[in-house]
Each structure stands twice: as C-alpha cells, then as structure tokens.
C-alpha cells in the first residue's frame, strides 16, 4: 500500500496496531544518493576499518535525503505455518514546517537509477510525508512557544502574503460571523496560512478544511480567546508538533515497540533512520553503534543470513535480494522436515506477488523479510535429524540466527559485518602485496590502479614515495599478479611484511 502525507496522519493509528502485533518488522528505503563526490577519497575500500567508513558515510548521509521507506510488518498466525505481511511504502519529504530550510543533494546517478525502476517522483515531491529529528523538533518547539512564526522560503512566503492580502481586503467589508474561504493550498501550507492570519489579525478565526482549504471567519477579540483555549482548536501546539513530525511519529512508534528489525545491506539504511528521524549523525561511531543499538535491540541483515548460507552451500551463490528470493521460492527447502512456513500478503498489497522489478522500498522491504524466514527455515532444517519435529516458530529461527544478530554487513573493507552489540571482528583477507617502483616516477595511486586493473581489481594505498600496498579479497588475483609481474622492469611486487616493509618499524631500527 503507498501512504504520502495526505492519508498518512488518517492511517498512523492502524499502522502503530500493525507494528504492536508484528512478529518482527522488515524495512527498506530508497535515497537521492549513495556516496558523495565532494567528499575526497569516499569509495569503499578494502583497507577502511569500519570508523573510517562511518566518517565517509556520515558525510554522505548528511548530504542526501530519504525519498522512500517501506515497511513490512509480519504477523504470525498461532499456528505457526502461516505469515500474513502487511506491506507499506512511504514517500517522504523534509518538513519545511517553522524549521530552517532543509538542503540535500541529489546525485544523478542515483535519480537516474530510481527513474529506470519506475520511481514516482511527484509523489516524492508533492505527497511525500514531512519528518524531523530530535534537534529540528526542538528547534519548531522553541518557536511554537515563542509565539514568533517565520516563514523559510520566498516560495511559502508569496503564498502566505496573496493569503493575508486577499483575507485583509475581505475582513475589511466583513461582518462579524462572516466567512470566507481560501482554496487550493498545499498540505503543508494550511498549517501556516492558519498560523500566520492568527498572528498577523486578532479578529479572524481559522478552520482546516479537508486537506487543501481554510475557512477564516471574522469575530471579536474576546471570542478568539475563548476559541483558542477550547479544545475544537486544530492549531494546538501539540497537534502542529504531531503535524510536523509527520513520518517521525511512526519512526517512535518502532523503536519502543522494540520489534526485531530485518533488512538488507543495512548500514546505510541505520545511518539514515538515525540523522533523519533521531539526532544528527554523532562523529564518533562507537556512539552511533550505541544509539543504534538502544533504538533497535534486535537487527538482522538478510546479507550477512544468505552468505553464512551459502557458504555452507545450502543453495547457489547468488548476488541480488530478488535472486535469492527466487532460488529459495523455487528450491525445495526441506521435503523430509516441517514445512516453511506460508507467506500471505494481506489485502490491499497483493500486486506484490507478481512484482518482477525490485527496488520499490515496500516491495525491497517484502522480500527481506521473506528471504530471512526461507533461509532460517533452511537452517533450522539442517541443524536437527529430527524429520518429524514440531512445526517451527520464530523463536526457534532467532536460535538458529542467534550468530547473526546485530551482525550488519560491511561492504568491501576491514570487517565483514558491523556488531551492533559487541566489537567487530577483522576479516581474512588475502595477504596484502607490496609494489616498489623503479624508473618511473611521480605515480600515484590511481595509476597503479588502472595499471592492475586489466587483470583484476586490487584497492591500493600507498606507503612510501615509490612504495604501494595492494589488497585484494580474491587469493587467485594476488597469486596471478605475483606470477605475471615476477620480471617486471620497473614494478617489483612481493607479499607485504610489516617488519620488513613499515616505514614506522624501519625508521625505528635504525
């Protein structure tokens, strides 16, 4: 189902019996980029641990926004063979309510690929739901409290000025109980055509009107005060608040309903439920681990599930989430054990079962969740001898994931998942070679890039003035250019050895 900020604030009370009955909830979102080019050396690599990637990410994620968000709640049924998923996909935009105008950077590639997979950007644009963290909340709240409403851009400021023009020229002939009505507002400037009328003329009183519109009606000082302190007034501060945490409020809805929370490749995805819907992005990634953590106890990525799975070559190696979907529907999981559990689209989301094209946040977010309960189904399976074993609930797949918990995946770096409740473990990686070079000159590190790059890919950082250390994490890629650049006449290569080749340890021993 597709929810923008017009049905949104009608639909929140469903939504939060939806996330409280939830089995667990799989979420996906979609944004306006991946990684800034502003933002120098910001590729992954294979040399980052993972606070230097945190650094590089968090300038990114401050520089674009969310454009999407689908949530997917699973609820399992008592009998414990059948999940009915309720899918939901959220268009989402700034608040632009009383805060400073919100900026982000849209990266081409990005929009371009969005656009291949169908992305609606008017819904983007003209329906997407506002959201705030906790600093611009705090901000709108000292506002409110202020009494002093400012309008952020020359946009909403001639919208608001034709409002005040056309209902001072109206009052002016008016009688007291008359009304006017003005029409054809956006949804977020009948808020603030209320607020800015109140404040600019003490004898007009104002009322929404569906979605669009806003009747003013011309009274007396005296029955403003007594209409402002009644409950029948839509301009409360807490009800702006509400108004203008938009998809926030759904946000804080999750994280105390304390729902194990799946996904897929979810590092970037934490980064931006936390700089968009909590606090900005702390500098230090021990404390964003932390954070993550307090919101969201129990996380699990679909990514670090499947590769532990096919490792134990339990089904073939595939990249996509839509590929290891559809080997997992097509494969018989288990003929002899119980059965996977039936996944049941309820009405209203049904168009996902023929959905071919991935990368709708909803559709990403469905098949997240069940690609985790196919594959622990699967695990469960070949972890007992027991063929007649009693029908498997979810507690009985958090077991058998239990290695796999609050372990998201890194890519192309240092660790091979993040540990949100614990330290992260350094991978293996093949052992690091080491390039001098002799007779030419003054290279850098992306011309010993594309130098190896015809044979295979190694990320290169350099060490010394001609010195230059490649990382691979394919073992045939480092044998083969040990083999071919043996008698190579300017490009020694040898493997990397820390007390041999550090500049550090050499200028210590001498």
Known sequence: MEVGAEGFARRLPRLRRRILRATFVALDTEFTGLHSTSVQNNEPSLFDSPAERYVKARQSVQRFTLVQLGKCCFDMESDFLRYVVHSYNFFLFPSTLGIRDVEFTLSASSIQFLSHYGFDYNKFLKDGIPYMNEVQEKDLRQRLLAGTWKVCSNADRDVLKKAIDEVTSWIAVAKEEDTMVLQDLNGYHVLEVQLVLRQALENVWTEPLGDRKVMVKKVSPEHRQLLENSSYDHCQKKLILLSARGFTNLFQILVKAKKPLVGHNMFMDLMHLHDKFYRPLPESYEEFK???HNLFPVIIDTKTVTK??????LFPRVSSLLEVYTV??????????????????ASGCSRYAEKKSPHEAGYDAFLCGSVLLMSAHLLLCRSTDDAVEADPSFSKYLTVLAEHVNKVNFIRGGVSSI???????????????????RGWPELTERQIYQEFKARCRFDVRRLSKNQFILLSNQYRHVRLVLRDYRHHPHLQVSVYRHWRHSPSVNCLLQ
């Open 308 to 313: 532990s799975v096919q490792k134990k070559c």
């Open 419 to 437: 540990n949100f409740s614990g330290e992260d473990v350094p991978c293996r990686h093949p052992p690091a070679l080491i390039v001098q070079v």
């Open 290 to 292: 932390r954070n993550i």
């Open 328 to 345: 997992l529907c097509s494969s018989n999981l288990n003929p002899k054990g119980p059965p996977c559990p039936v996944i049941a689209l």
